[in-house]
């Protein structure tokens, strides 16, 4: 027996559809699990106007369970001859069993009368009625609407829902609606109500009537008719996965269409052309096996054939006047000049207390000279000019005013740079000083890139504390996170050393000249992105203990924090590794944080001081030059070489000794070995969990 639950919907953003039916799966899953109920697997479907699950060979009630309710102590439930207590009848009267069915059961706290409750399981038509209707409504959104009930809300006012268990209605209302058979087709082909007889009519029932249910096969189908259409011009679609689910999730029924352009817009970038068309229209741009693009498109409508000339010339209008509108901007643009748009951002301001987008501009063309000196002194000059006119596109009729062409903020402003005149690195830069934008988002392919890139976040940042706009909670509404995010994915992943904590002085330099800082501002920017720097640290797979063990010692440069992780996450299950951080931790743990003067080696008496210390002198110089040349895993090793000496001196000598002297010597040597150690992490924050610290 199948369960069929489809919830009909006013038409659904597309990008609502795909996330709340994993949630209605993912909560079905997890009620029928709850309530004893088993079936063998769950299908869904979806299209704008409905989400739908079929549970396949759904049990007909749920399974009966057995209880086991812990009761008095028998000594109570019991008096000395053996006869139950009113204490004990009333205990099994509460549980609704027979006074002489309670059995005795030993625990640690002595021996109790316990009921064993036999609950028989419901039908799962009545368990289904009750769990629905709050199921449904639970169902999150973006944002949501409200229609006949006040207090329901859902993504889209539901109009109708079916529920049906084999050939039987499972009953319930949600907002005014009632639970049956009945479901809808295609809104304008298929209008009228269509009745379900069994759940395994409904994919065939909605395909006679237009609706193509299942999401996988509607999106094989667009696959396939935008590339016939594609190849009828000798051409193939523009590669664009993100649209592709878009346009699934559009339509019920897909029917390709194609349409052409005049071939003088491909006379625009490239980038401008596929925008017009995808943006707003949905379309899928033609390109030739080159990669140039063909002054062909492909639109989809929902279903039939009927009209499709028209359909075609009315989308080939529409793109038509967008097409038009591009080349407006940019031959304004043009006409008008890079240099002359720098001078327009004086007119914009960035932020009303840190000035206009061209002083942001002038801080960003020397913090990226700067940012770009740590891995390449000879590209300055062109890190330089590239964060100088990587906001000039901000001004340019294209992006302003909130025009559909804003997406293409730092690609158009790559246009203008390179119709400029201005060297190939310098475009790339602007184009890709965005990157990453989100998470998983590709990063700049050159240093110049990444330099601009780093340089305009810390900019945004270190003017966002400055002003007081600080990230807290949930709130961040300059997304500083994400910037900081960004530039720590940039030098971890493109390998890069740096210092954060002379760009962050370098730019709060540069932002002094407008703006008075307060003298908690460069510790305040840098504890944040110690923060993020852990968070990124974490999304890459790395365990807090470890994260923390390094960042205690060590968080100025985030590729090289990466590396001791990395090399600390690896020694973390070595035996011999496991037993030197022991060994530290005592150490720290004797030294609770406190300094002291380092001994010499005439001051030292005892045969076990003099051995650790001669040790510590060895291993000094091995791990100094191993950690400056990133060898974590050699100044690892050298560092449990010290294991031994340690453990002899802690049973050889009393550290904590009455003698005073003797005993700020020996707190010294361990103060020589704690300053090892952390020329590469604080082992002390190491698997505190799993081990045990000992101290003198």
């Known amino acids: 027996m199948d369960f069929l639950l489809e919830i009909g919907v006013e038409e659904l953003p597309s990008s609502y559809i795909e996330p709340a039916l994993d949630e209605l799966c993912q909560k079905v899953s997890s009620e029928l699990k709850e309530a004893r109920i088993s079936c063998s697997s769950i299908d869904s479907y979806c299209t704008p106007r409905r989400l739908a699950i079929l549970v396949r060979d759904i049990a007909d009630r749920q399974e009966d369970i057995e209880k086991e309710i812990m009761g008095p102590a028998t000594r109570v439930a019991y008096d000395e001859t053996g006869k139950p207590t009113e204490a004990g009848k009333g205990f099994a009267r509460s549980q609704g069993v027979p006074v002489n069915s309670l059995v005795k059961k030993k625990t640690q706290k002595g021996e109790y009368v316990c009921a064993i409750v036999r609950e028989q399981g419901r039908p799962v038509q009545k368990v289904l009625s009750e769990a629905l209707p709050e199921l449904i409504l639970s169902i999150s959104f973006p944002r949501t609407m409200t229609w006949a009930d006040p207090a329901a809300r859902f993504g889209r006012p539901i109009r109708w829902l079916v529920s049906m268990l084999g050939d039987k209605v499972v009953p319930f209302d949600v907002a005014g609606v009632r639970a049956g058979r009945r479901t809808f087709g295609n809104r304008f082909l298929a209008p009228r109500a269509i009745e379900l007889k069994n759940p395994s009519h409904y994919a065939e029932k909605l395909r006679r009537a237009w609706v193509i249910v299942d999401c996988k096969e509607r999106k094989r189908l667009v696959e396939r008719l935008v590339q016939e259409q594609a190849g009828e011009r000798g051409g193939k679609i523009l590669e664009d996965p993100e649209l592709m689910g878009i346009v699934t999730n559009l339509l019920e029924y897909p029917v390709a269409v194609l349409g052409s352009f005049d071939e003088t817009f491909l006379e625009l970038p490239r980038d401008v052309v596929v925008t017009a068309m995808r943006e707003h229209q949905r379309y899928f741009a033609v390109e030739n096996e080159d990669g140039s693009l063909l002054p ?9 054939a009927e009209g499709e000339e028209n359909v075609r010339r009315g989308n080939e209008r529409v793109l038509k006047a967008r097409l038009d509108d591009a080349r407006f901007y940019w031959e304004k643009d043009v006409s008008i000049g890079i ?29 990226s000279a700067f940012v770009i000196r740590n891995w390449d002194g000879t590209r300055t000059k062109t890190a330089e000019r590239a964060g100088l006119l990587c906001k000039t596109d901000l001004v340019s009729e294209m992006v302003k005013d909130g025009k559909e062409f804003t997406t293409l903020q730092g ?4 246009e203008y740079a390179a119709k400029a005149g201005e060297e190939k690195e310098v475009a790339t830069a602007v184009r890709e000083h965005y990157l990453p934008r989100f998470p998983g988002d590709g990063l700049p392919s050159g240093l110049e890139g990444c330099a601009v890139s780093i340089a305009d976040r810390l900019d945004e940042i270190v003017g966002c504390f400055a002003a007081g706009r600080i990230p807290s909670g949930s709130e961040d509404p300059y997304g500083l996170r994400r910037q900081a995010n960004g530039m720590m994915r940039i030098l971890i992943e493109k390998k890069l050393h740096f210092s954060l904590s002379q760009a962050v002085g370098e730019a709060l330099r540069l932002l002094s000249k407008q703006w008075r800082m307060k003298d908690s501002l460069r510790e305040e920017v840098s504890s944040f992105l110690d923060q993020r720097l852990a968070f990124v640290l974490s999304e890459m797979g790395m365990e807090q203990d470890v994260i923390d063990s390094v960042l205690s010692a060590d968080s100025d440069d985030p590729y090289r924090t990466w590396l001791k992780t990395r090399a600390l996450a690896e020694w973390k299950s070595n035996d011999e590794f496991s037993q030197v951080v022991i060994s530290f931790k005592r150490v720290s743990n004797i030294l609770k944080g406190e300094s002291y003067p380092r001994p010499s080696a005439q001051e030292l008496s005892e045969n076990v001081e003099q051995q650790l210390l001669k040790r510590v002198q060895e291993v000094s110089g091995l791990v100094s030059k191993t950690v400056s040349e990133g060898s974590y895993d050699d100044a690892i090793a050298h560092l449990l070489s010290l294991k031994k000496p340690i453990d002899e001196f802690f049973d050889g000598v009393l550290v904590m000794d009455s003698d005073e002297t003797l005993r700020t010597r020996r707190l010294g040597l361990l103060d020589l ?24």
């Open 296 to 304: 062909f498109f492909v639109a989809l409508r929902n279903g039939g």
């Open 339 to 367: 240099q002359r748009q720098l001078e327009l951002l004086k007119q914009v301001v960035w932020h009303e207390s840190l000035g206009s987008v061209y002083d942001k501009s002038q801080r960003l063309s020397e913090l």
């Open 411 to 414: 690609i158009i402003g790559a």
């Open 673 to 696: 070995v704690r300053a090892e150690f952390l020329k590469l992490a604080d082992f002390s924050r190491l698997m505190e969990s799993t081990f045990s610290s000992t101290t003198d």
